[in-house]
């Protein structure tokens, strides 16, 4: 099994600790039901994928660490919950500054992330187990652990 060091990456790419960060909509929505004067477009996330889970209590991604997902071809593994730095504050594209975004999040959802602490977390962090094509509209089928 190969070792896995979170925070180090290869010479040429960049992302924070995982390859593709996973938000769902209900993340979103809950987040954005806590500060409803904040726009809680994904963009500011900068995640890979965004799922559309049906209306329920909280972030589902949380109970999806450590199970094996496949979204279309590929199959994925929920590793870590996703730390938040200050990028979702800040203005991008056409959304404009909002400091209430993060004030937000570290109200709403900290999670404990290795050693630590609770961080202020918006989706989960995946590592590609079998590579393939995702499309809009694909499903999420959650395989269990592993």
């Given amino acids: 099994m190969r070792q896995r060091h979170y925070g ?3 010479p040429g790419t960049f992302f924070d600790h995982g390859t ?3 938000v769902t909509t209900t993340a979103l929505a809950r987040l954005r039901a806590t500060y409803p004067t904040g726009d809680f477009d994904s963009r500011r996330f900068r995640p890979s994928l965004v799922v559309d889970t049906p209306d329920g209590p909280g972030f589902p991604e949380d109970a999806w660490i450590h199970s ?6 590929a ?3 929920a590793v870590m919950p996703t730390p938040r ?5 800040l203005a991008q594209e056409e959304l404009p500054p909002d400091p209430g975004i993060m004030r937000a999040v570290a109200r709403e959802h900290r999670m404990p992330v ?3 602490g609770r961080l202020s977390c918006v989706g989960v962090y995946l590592d590609v187990l079998e ?5 809009i509209g694909d499903s999420v089928t959650r395989l269990g652990n592993s």
Avoid at 131 to 135: C, E, I, K, L
Wanted: glycine letters at 8%; a positive charge; aromatic letters at 8%.
């Fill in 20 to 22: 593709v960060h996973l």
């Fill in 114 to 116: 290795f050693d630590l």
């Fill in 8 to 10: 180090q990456v290869a």
């Fill in 75 to 77: 199959l994925f593994r």
């Fill in 85 to 89: 730095c200050v990028i979702p504050m």
């Fill in 68 to 73: 094996r997902l496949r979204i279309g071809e």
């Fill in 131 to 135: 590579p393939g094509t995702v499309r």
